[in-house]
C-alpha cells in the first residue's frame, strides 16, 4: 500500500508561531520528514542532530547536508525552527565549509562549471548535486 504524503500548509509559519532551538525536546519526530534522514538513515544526519549540535554552538559542516526544506519545522508539535539558513552562513563567515563546495566554486569562477577544465572530470573527488 503506497503512503499517502502529507499536504504541509503553503504559507511560511510566521516568526511569533516559531519556536528556537531552546524548546526543542530533542523528541526526533523531525527525522519522519526529513528527506537527507530518509535518505541515509542516520542519526547524525537528522534534524535532531543538528538541533543537539547548534545548542553546543558546534562548527560541524554537517549542517551543509540540508535541503533546507523545512519539513522538520512542520512535522515539529513544539514548532521549532532550527534556523539552518542563518547557521550555514555563521559557518560561511567563520570559513568552516566542505572541500567540495570550495573547489566547484573556484572551478565555477575560472572555468564556468563546477567540474573544472573540460574534458578533466574526477567524480571521486567532485561531485555535484
Known sequence: MKQKKKK???KKLDKKDKNTVD????CGMCKVSCPVFR???????SP???AILKLKKSKDPIFYKCTLCDACLFECGA????ELVEERKRLVKQ??????NSE?????REYGNPFGKPGKKDPKNLYCC
Not at 23 to 26: A, D, K, P, T, Y
Not at 95 to 100: H, N, S
Open 104 to 108: 566547484m566554486i573556484k572551478n565555477v
Open 8 to 10: 504541509r500548509p503553503k
Open 48 to 50: 535532531r542532530a543538528k
Open 95 to 100: 570559513k568552516v565549509e566542505l572541500e567540495t
Open 79 to 82: 514548532k521549532v525552527d532550527l
Open 39 to 45: 535518505v541515509t538513515r542516520s542519526e547524525t544526519d
Open 23 to 26: 524548546e526543542c525536546s530533542l
